[in-house]
């Protein structure tokens, strides 16, 4: 991914669970590095949560194990959790206390944490006016911040957000993903987060990883031409252009014939061809088609989104 | 035990902060009200504050009361964790879930105690407004405590064991009143078997002992029992600790 260099901070070697000889999450292997945000992504029943919550320590592994800042999480689970902020699908508090009493609950728990840091926390999510409510009067965007404000409160090196927008407006998301990104840009923690918002992962990861029936299917860089629907030849300037023309047959011919053309198919009934080519050679193609008396009605770029690689990965016979 | 005391305080205020943190204590002074009542009535008469304190707080009387106050505020002790769902932020720290389990455990036992004193404090006072200072025996107040606190003790600690297995606060209460309920109709219908005085119900009580009292059944006395109850704590204990430390919580 080009960041070699950076340090790794959370690592997963052949983590598996099995209940009942099902084997759940199966072998999985991946890690995280400083200040990147990765997301796991799998159709239901594919082993996010349970992958989330045994790097937590909530569920324990069967085989295989996690660190996190160099500590395991198997034996050494005190050190290894303190880099670890985490938000566990809705954060939920004590409904009944304030949510300055909430805060210093965790803030008892870890060390270190001054008084002003948990101010510093509240502030980070623009809470620190409504710390002296009690959280049962608090909406659920509020208590979204509050369970951001909580996982920060120890300067985690890694945050775990388990469907961190679950349930959430799209204002409220909105807010997330832009709190997800400053708090890996400025303060360079790493973030995992699972999600079934595929357009969302797609705005907030710089990579994901896709899981399947617990066994890891890829990892995939997020951005620069990894939007292409073969996945292959990434920032090499070569697209699929999809056009339409008055006869399909002979402007298949035609094209395929040509220099430089990666791949052309029929695409659909419409009279459609999908043409994977060099982005300089399309001038020279629309020139042919014209020559050879062909009508172009349209030429437009086939951009795959996350949501269709990630139906091709699965096999997308299930939602996500 | 680092931040051990930190925990505590952390579980001290979950319970105290709730509205119904009060709700045992009034319940006690309820009843040590209408005993007062009873007395200006002149249906009952103890005679001293010392006796009207030793009548008031033992098994006879309010005593009694403490399992089934306690376990109001017990039964939630764990299963609040996991019905708010706050036990999945409160497992991701950087404590060990032993020491989770036992600061909520002490917390547990500080609540029993702090009825136990208040339900003494009370019924001193009302003592002494009825009869003035008069003669105590420090000593019966001394056996009086220790006897509920084993009473408290025993069902606290079932009550807690109950918790950490349901995560359900409302079958906690069921179960564990229904324990308290039918221990002596349990006690009564299995005496004529040897192994009953090995069930915990006819042992709870210690304060049958007392002033050469005799016990429920045959083969028991104040040791035997003391190391029954203390047999069963353990049991509760260790399987309370067992089941939360390997639990998944998904």
Redesign the interface.
């Known amino acids: 991914m080009g960041k070699g260099a950076q340090e790794t901070v959370l690592r997963l070697e052949g983590v598996t669970k099995r209940i009942g000889g099902k084997a759940i999450v199966n072998d999985l292997s991946f890690e995280l590095k400083k200040g990147e945000i990765v997301g796991l992504l799998g159709p239901n029943g594919a082993g996010k949560t349970t992958t989330i919550r045994m790097i937590v320590g909530l569920i324990k592994m069967t085989e295989g194990d996690i660190t996190v800042g160099g500590a395991s999480v198997r034996k050494d689970f005190e050190n290894a959790i303190r880099h670890v902020g985490g938000i566990i699908e809705n954060p939920e508090f004590y409904p009944y206390m304030t949510g300055l009493d909430n805060l210093k609950q965790y803030q008892r728990m870890s060390d270190g944490v001054t008084d002003s840091r948990v101010r510093e926390a509240a502030e980070l999510v623009g809470l620190q006016h409504a710390l002296g409510k009690k959280v049962k009067t608090y909406s659920l965007g509020m208590r979204q911040r509050l369970g951001i404000a909580q996982a920060l409160l120890h300067k985690p090196s890694v945050l775990i957000l388990d469907e961190p927008t679950n349930g959430l407006d799209p204002a409220g998301i909105r807010e997330m993903r832009d709190y997800m990104k400053h708090v890996a840009e400025r303060e360079g923690i790493a973030i995992l987060v699972s999600s079934h918002l595929l357009s969302e992962m797609e705005l907030m990861c710089s990579r994901v990883v896709v899981i399947q029936e617990g066994k890891l299917v890829t990892v995939r860089a997020i951005g620069e031409g990894a939007g292409h629907p073969d996945g292959a030849g990434a920032g090499e300037g070569i697209v699929t252009v999809s056009i339409q023309v008055s006869d399909p047959e002979r402007a298949l011919a035609a094209v395929s014939a040509m220099e430089g053309i990666r791949s052309a198919n029929r695409q659909g009934d419409a009279g459609r061809l999908s043409v994977t080519l060099p982005h300089e050679r399309i001038p020279s193609v629309i020139q042919l088609l014209g020559g050879e008396g062909i009508g172009v009605y349209r030429v437009e770029e086939i951009k795959a989104s996350l949501e269709e690689e990630f139906m091709k990965w699965t096999g997308g016979n299930r939602i996500a | 035990m680092h931040?051990m005391g930190?925990?505590i305080?952390?579980e001290w205020?979950?319970l105290y902060?709730?509205?119904s943190f009060f709700v045992p204590y009034a319940v006690m002074a309820c009843y040590i009200g209408f005993a007062v009542f009873v007395v200006v009535k002149k249906y009952y008469e103890p005679g001293s504050a010392f006796a009207f304190m030793d009548d008031i707080a033992s098994m006879r009387f309010v005593g009694q009361l403490l399992p089934i106050v306690a376990i109001i505020a017990i039964a939630n002790v764990v299963p609040m964790e996991f019905r708010?769902?706050?036990i999945?932020?409160l497992?991701?720290?950087?404590?060990?879930r032993n020491k989770i389990l036992a600061s909520k455990f002490i917390v547990t036992l500080l609540h029993g105690f702090s009825l136990i004193l208040a339900l003494f404090a009370m019924a001193f006072a009302c003592g002494l407004a009825l009869y003035g200072f008069g003669p105590f025996d420090w000593a019966a107040v001394a056996r009086n405590m220790l006897d509920l606190a084993a009473y408290t003790f025993i069902y606290a600690a079932l009550t807690f064991m109950v918790g950490v297995l349901t995560k359900s606060s409302g079958a906690t209460v069921g179960i564990s009143m229904f324990c308290l309920m039918i221990g002596s109709l349990v006690t009564m219908l299995l005496s004529q078997y040897s192994f009953a005085k090995f069930l915990l119900f006819p042992n709870a009580d210690l304060s049958v002992y007392r002033n050469g009292g005799q016990p429920m059944l045959e083969g028991m006395s104040l040791p035997f029992s003391a190391a029954v109850l203390a047999a069963y704590a353990v049991v509760f204990m260790a399987a309370s600790f067992a089941t939360f430390i390997?639990r998944?919580?998904?």
């Open positions: 931040k930190a925990l305080w952390n205020l979950k902060k709730k509205r708010l769902g706050t999945k932020l497992l991701i720290r950087s404590q060990s390997n998944d919580v998904s």
